[in-house]
Each structure stands twice: as C-alpha cells, then as structure tokens.
C-alpha cells in the first residue's frame, strides 16, 4: 500500500520569497514520486518525477524536488515565488512501472503575497 | 508533446440523463487511460482503469453500471454516466499513459459536470 501526506493545506509566501511545500510518502516498494500544479478549473501538469535517476530533480517554471530515502520525503521547492504560482500543488507517489496507479496527496494551495 | 484533451470542458444534464465524456491523447498512443473524479477542494480519487481494448479495472466503491467506460482505441477512452443525479455532479478528468516515459500519467484538462 501506498500513501502521501502533504502538510499544510494552505501555504502564503510573500513575492520573490522561497517557496517550500512539503510531501511525505509511504511505500512498500521503491517509489515513483511526482508533483503536479493544477490551476483552477483545469486538469493537472506535471512538475516533475522522480523515478530512481537523480535524486535531486529539476521541474518546470524553476522547481525542483529532492527525493531523501531516510525522510521518506519529496519535498517542492522554488527559489524565488512568482505570482503565476498561485496554485493548488499535488503531489503523488506511485508502486513504479507496472504499476502506475498514483495515490494523490490532499494538496497544498499556494497563495503569493504581492 | 504528450497533450491529452477532454470534451465537453462542462455540461448542465437534467437529472436521469446520460452523459458522455471523451478523453483524448492527441500526439501519443495511449495504452492505459485513467478517469479520476475531483470534489471541490478535495483530491483527485481514481474512479477505474482502463486499457485499450479491454474492460475497465474499476476502484472500490465504484459502480461500472453507473459510469461506463470505452477504450476502444488507442487514442480515445470515453466516460459515460448514466441516469445522472445530482450527486454526480463533480469535475471528472481523465489521465492518459503511453508507451513513452511509462511511469508518467499526463492528464486533461477536466470537464465539470452539473446535474439539475
């Protein structure tokens, strides 16, 4: 069995300020990690994935994720927040090929402060 | 690449009506196709499972009868529901998996049903 805890529904950081959303999975296997953006009243688009390559995973619109083992974690991170993140983030974990059911976080809305 | 498109983005049905949504990968073939249903503000639950050719793996707790799912080639999977009611009001998307980057589910952009 698999599952995702994303702590912290509703995460606000001011403009230009670095951005941290936390992600942590349960796996009985070794993972497949994903973060996803959804913007309102639209589907998902990937971020980025972790799929046993690097741990240190670079996205799309400046991301990246850090997959550690010993954490049990994959947490999101931006250097410096845009206002066009303002988003609600997922992230998902999966059992990895062959079986590429995701299990979905509860997300994470962030808000950006002008 | 690896776009997937989904129509109607909405619907207004009356209640005890059929509707139908398509999901479609656009520049890949899609093997296995998934539909999810989303509540506002809540996650995404994965309601079945489909591959192209074959019958829907259908999660727990989710009528088959109800929603009705086709695969029937490798670029379109489609949704209907049937005898809606307005409990099945909700936003439904639909996820696509090809034989490319496998482990990745791109998805679409969502259609929002509203059942009166």
């Known amino acids: 069995a698999q599952s995702v805890t994303q702590l912290g529904s509703h995460v606000s950081v001011s403009e230009g300020a670095l951005v941290l959303l936390r992600c942590n999975y349960s796996s009985s296997v070794p993972p497949y990690l994903f973060w996803y953006v959804q913007y309102p009243n639209q589907g998902l688009q990937l971020l980025l994935k972790y799929t046993s390559a690097a741990t240190l995973v670079k996205g799309i619109n400046g991301f990246e994720a850090e997959f550690k083992k010993s954490e049990t974690s994959f947490h999101l991170t931006k250097p410096s927040a845009h206002m066009s993140d303002a988003a609600e983030y997922f992230c998902?974990?999966?059992?990895?090929?062959?079986?590429?059911?995701?299990?979905f976080g509860t997300g994470t809305r962030l808000t950006i402060i002008p | 690449g690896a776009v997937v498109s989904q129509h109607p983005s909405r619907v207004i049905c009356k209640s005890g009506t059929s509707v139908k949504i398509e999901c479609r990968s656009l520049d890949f073939q899609a093997t296995t196709m998934f539909w999810y249903r989303q509540f506002p503000k809540q996650s995404l639950m994965l309601m079945a499972t489909s591959n192209e050719g074959s019958k829907a793996t259908y999660e727990q707790g989710v009528e088959k009868d109800k929603f009705l799912i086709n695969h029937a080639s490798l670029t379109l999977s489609t949704l209907t529901v049937t005898s809606a009611h307005p409990e099945d009001s909700s936003f439904y998307i639909c996820s696509a998996r090809g034989d490319r980057y496998q482990e990745t589910q791109y998805f679409g952009p969502g259609t929002r049903l509203l059942v009166l």
């Open positions: 998902a974990v999966s059992e990895g090929f062959g079986n590429e059911k995701l299990t």
